[in-house]
């Protein structure tokens, strides 16, 4: 039997010191929604436009330096690749990150402009995993997956650690009392839910893929649907969440809620016009949550936007509809 | 002879103190142009979505106790409005903002929002001076002009000495060389170039909306045409700067340069493809000149992106061109 390393707050608070020492806090912007004044933290603001430059950090810093020749691996729609990248290059490890074909532009542009090798592949049932795995164990590297694992669990957590600080420099010393946050695979809330033990924790996920919602509700890991409706929210199609953060989430008592597509549109609009940031469908679901009145507003409440990788003909067509 | 107070170092230095005490730093970015790096300072980040807010801040909070009861009078197309409603609000004081018929409705609402009380006017030259100056005679109350101030200069000021801060934060121990910002009435280019004494200072303004780089030139202020070009930048079209903002570029020997309304589209789209931010189309133009090769970027360099308050409509179509 393999033990698996478990994430745990002290790790949580060790990948936020590392970060600290290399990248600045992301915003905190404040705005109404329903009269009520809540917190929204800017993560597509940070350099690679998502909070996934956290996790990659936390995990490749964590690499033996006589491994770090060997390189890293990683399987992702985008954001998590464009994370390892970005480390790999700080780092200067070789990064490998397979990617499905149908990734936006911009993100795999990206990718490669951090100097990672990218290597394509179908949107298949574990395909790109046993692609990524059978690279990392041809060359040695590591393979780091995007949420099913205790560093980049503990690296995404450290978010949260940034936002309580930051609720602390505006004075509110009350802290967070309920975070709202993106959920694909659960790294993200699974790392906020450590970060934050007095925090409620609700998740968002797009209409049809909100397996994390019924997993929490069932008790048990639940996947998406084969037929799973599409969704803009490429960053947030993950068909099964890992045992690792759903036992956080369920252990917090997490819950969920599902947004429909049109009510993700609506919150990427209100975010450009209220917040003026550019936020990609799958970082506003929290947002769309809150405006669709599935969540609802209270003060020490912190809404988690999660990124800004958009393609710019598919972001004009958003702002320009009246849905 | 009425003796005007001038703005110095030591006062931009007392502004940033003030500021850095009631708002957080907006985040400076970085991003190729062209093969250099260059930093980006996101002022469109600020709650009001705009730099304004430092000059009102500073200047509101110089008003004594015992006169604040009387209120602010101030006249803008809209950034400075919210910039001085804002910090009105934050004093608890009344405030009237002039503002003319045809200015944005976000920037219209967002005043009105803060609780200040608008007077329409047109845009004629010189008329919403008038009102504002016979409006604050009638109540006692106390003037605030949008870059005509020694107070308001340092306040805009202010934003270099943050961006020096976070020069040194990020390790570039050269500090900022070159700093290029939009330019209205030059309030806020005054400002830089109080705060960054050993920096290059390039102005940039609106096609037919450059009487600043005239007058540079010049060596005597220049007036923009009275059959100035129409211009997306509602809040660059002043007719004419003031002896204040002239003096100090004109002794730090400023220059400017002038960009065509299709590069400052160009330059929206691009902030908001690579910084993931909504920008004006005045708070672009000293993007738009980088794009464009009038100014060449360098090592050192910072852009300062002034502004974020555009209509959705508007923003929806320069997203959705293609020129």
């Given at each position: 039997?393999?033990?698996?390393?478990?994430?745990?707050?002290?790790?949580?608070?060790?990948?936020?010191?590392?970060?600290?020492?290399?990248?600045?806090?992301?915003?905190?912007?404040?705005?109404?929604?329903?009269?009520?004044?809540?917190?929204?933290?800017?993560?597509?603001?940070?350099?690679?436009?998502?909070?996934?430059?956290?996790?990659?950090?936390?995990?490749?810093?964590?690499?033996?330096?006589?491994?770090?020749?060997?390189?890293?691996?990683?399987?992702?729609?985008?954001?998590?690749?464009?994370?390892?990248?970005?480390?790999?290059?700080?780092?200067?490890?070789?990064?490998?990150?397979?990617?499905?074909?149908?990734?936006?532009?911009?993100?795999?542009?990206?990718?490669?402009?951090?100097?990672?090798?990218?290597?394509?592949?179908?949107?298949?049932?574990?395909?790109?995993?046993?692609?990524?795995?059978?690279?990392?164990?041809?060359?040695?590297?590591?393979?780091?997956?995007?949420?099913?694992?205790?560093?980049?669990?503990?690296?995404?957590?450290?978010?949260?650690?940034?936002?309580?600080?930051?609720?602390?420099?505006?004075?509110?010393?009350?802290?967070?009392?309920?975070?709202?946050?993106?959920?694909?695979?659960?790294?993200?809330?699974?790392?906020?839910?450590?970060?934050?033990?007095?925090?409620?924790?609700?998740?968002?996920?797009?209409?049809?893929?909100?397996?994390?919602?019924?997993?929490?509700?069932?008790?048990?890991?639940?996947?998406?649907?084969?037929?799973?409706?599409?969704?803009?929210?490429?960053?947030?199609?993950?068909?099964?969440?890992?045992?690792?953060?759903?036992?956080?989430?369920?252990?917090?008592?997490?819950?969920?809620?599902?947004?429909?597509?049109?009510?993700?549109?609506?919150?990427?609009?209100?975010?450009?016009?209220?917040?003026?940031?550019?936020?990609?469908?799958?970082?506003?679901?929290?947002?769309?949550?809150?405006?669709?009145?599935?969540?609802?507003p209270e003060e020490g409440m912190?809404?988690?936007?999660?990124?800004?990788?958009?393609?710019?003909?598919?972001?004009?067509?958003?702002?320009?509809?009246d849905d």
């Amino acid at each position: 039997m393999t033990i698996v390393r478990q994430p745990t707050r002290a790790g949580v608070r060790d990948a936020a010191a590392k970060v600290a020492a290399i990248l600045p806090p992301t915003p905190l912007f404040f705005a109404e929604i329903k009269g009520v004044e809540v917190a929204f933290k800017a993560e597509s603001l940070q350099p690679i436009g998502a909070f996934k430059i956290r996790g990659a950090w936390h995990r490749l810093t964590a690499i033996d330096e006589s491994q770090r020749s060997k390189g890293v691996v990683a399987f992702s729609s985008g954001n998590h690749a464009q994370g390892v990248a970005w480390a790999a290059r700080e780092l200067g490890m070789p990064a490998v990150i397979v990617m499905p074909e149908d990734a936006p532009r911009v993100k795999r542009d990206s990718t490669l402009s951090l100097g990672a090798e990218v290597v394509g592949c179908d949107r298949g049932k574990g395909v790109r995993e046993k692609i990524a795995a059978h690279l990392a164990h041809a060359r040695g590297a590591v393979l780091v997956p995007s949420f099913d694992d205790a560093w980049v669990i503990e690296g995404q957590g450290s978010v949260g650690i940034e936002a309580e600080d930051q609720f602390e420099e505006f004075g509110l010393d009350d802290g967070i009392v309920h975070v709202v946050t993106p959920c694909g695979g659960g790294g993200l809330a699974a790392g906020l839910a450590l970060a934050l033990p007095d925090a409620a924790i609700t998740v968002v996920e797009p209409e049809g893929w909100d397996d994390m919602r019924r997993s929490l509700e069932a008790g048990w890991i639940e996947e998406a649907a084969d037929e799973a409706p599409p969704t803009a929210c490429d960053s947030l199609q993950t068909r099964r969440v890992s045992q690792l953060t759903f036992d956080v989430l369920s252990r917090r008592s997490a819950t969920g809620v599902a947004v429909a597509e049109a009510e993700i549109r609506t919150a990427q609009r209100w975010a450009a016009h209220n917040l003026r940031i550019v936020v990609e469908p799958g970082g506003a679901v929290a947002i769309a949550a809150l405006l669709a009145g599935k969540v609802t507003p209270e003060e020490g409440m912190l809404v988690i936007v999660s990124g800004g990788n958009v393609d710019a003909d598919a972001y004009a067509a958003v702002l320009g509809r009246d849905d």
